[in-house]
């Protein structure tokens, strides 16, 4: 999930999980806050929110959950 150029997509992949342990989303790992506030941030918080999404990728104990249709 790498984010597009030339504007900030969502990192949802509708697999709206949220994981009690660690408090992210299994889908997109993110924060409820985060999750919450997406719509109202600006393309600059919407790319701090994707720095953190490849960090935590790094150390997660399993891979993301994938869509399935």
């Known amino acids: 999930m790498n984010p597009p150029v030339g504007g900030v997509a969502s990192p949802c992949i509708n697999v709206c999980?949220?994981?009690a342990s660690?408090?992210?989303c299994e889908g997109c790992l993110r924060t409820i806050d985060e999750?919450?506030?997406w719509g109202t941030m600006?393309?600059?918080d919407k790319r701090?929110?994707?720095q953190r999404l490849e960090q935590r990728r790094a150390v997660w104990p399993q891979?993301?959950?994938e869509v399935t249709r």
Request: no cysteine.
């Open 17 to 19: 999980r949220m994981d």
């Open 22 to 24: 660690s408090g992210l």
């Open 35 to 37: 999750i919450a506030a």
């Open 42 to 44: 600006d393309d600059d």
């Open 48 to 50: 701090a929110v994707w």
């Open 63 to 65: 891979p993301p959950a």
